[in-house]
């Protein structure tokens, strides 16, 4: 079946480590992004990505990092320098050029830290 | 202003009835518009995209776009207890490759 996974689908980290949330899709699409959720909050867009080896910053890029070196992988890092980075992380990918808006999601990551 | 409104809510429907959610942008640029479930605790699942002025049907649902209002909205006929969720609106503009802006969303109950 094709779609997204992400991993952790929980994780908690101690203030001032870095950690990395991975995300993989099988759909063959150029596009992916990392979109964060706060509680009651819609989503705000932290980096995409439209094509290997190249990523563009979001809304919300402080203190997160991202590679692109395969078509198929975009993994997060949140950075010690991200001052609250309690919340809801959702992957996305979408197919660019044709509906390129329509976005299909990981389950998502849910990062807490202590 | 925030570039893409949602009217507030919680709303409450009862089982059968139209529910009604509503969405404001500010980006003349924004060319199209989507429409996202959002169970609790769960990831948005897309369930309606239209990218032109008037109406569009998909079952149950009819998502409504006026670009000249910079109006979206969505209709669910006949609700079902399983469409209770936060339905999230986002618009997109063609020259931002793809990004979405996102409203806050409305949490949808309805209620047997």
């Known amino acids: 079946d094709g779609g997204i996974t992400q991993s952790p689908k929980y994780l908690f980290r101690k203030e001032g480590q870095n950690v990395t949330l991975s995300c993989e899709q099988n759909?063959?699409?150029?596009?992916m992004y990392w979109y964060r959720q706060d509680p009651g909050q819609g989503l705000r867009l932290i980096y995409y990505?439209?094509?290997?080896?190249?990523?563009q910053k979001g809304d919300i890029a402080e203190g997160y990092s991202v590679s692109r070196e395969k078509k198929e992988s975009f993994p997060l890092t949140v950075t010690s320098a991200q001052k609250n980075p309690t919340a809801f992380y959702l992957c996305?990918?979408?197919?660019?050029?044709?509906?390129?808006?329509?976005?299909?999601f990981g389950e998502g990551s849910r990062l807490t830290v202590l | 202003q925030k570039e893409v409104e949602q009217n507030s809510g919680p709303l409450s429907v009862p089982e059968g009835a139209i529910a009604s959610l509503n969405c404001t942008y500010s980006?003349?640029?924004?060319?199209?518009f989507f429409w996202y479930r959002q169970y609790s605790g769960k990831s948005p699942e897309l369930i309606m995209s239209?990218?032109?002025?008037g109406d569009k049907e998909d079952g149950r649902f009819t998502a409504q776009l006026n670009k000249a209002s910079q109006y979206v909205s969505l209709l669910i006929r006949d609700s079902q207890p399983s469409d209770s969720a936060t339905y999230l609106c986002?618009?997109?503009?063609?020259?931002?490759?793809?990004?979405?802006?996102f409203g806050d969303g409305t949490t949808l109950t309805v209620k047997p």
């Open positions: 996305a990918s979408s197919i660019q050029g044709v509906n390129t808006g329509e976005l299909f």
């Open positions: 759909l063959n699409h150029d596009a």
């Open positions: 990505s439209q094509i290997v080896n190249d990523f």
């Open positions: 980006d003349r640029g924004s060319q199209s």
């Open positions: 239209i990218y032109s002025n």
């Open positions: 986002a618009g997109g503009s063609n020259t931002n490759a793809g990004k979405s802006t």
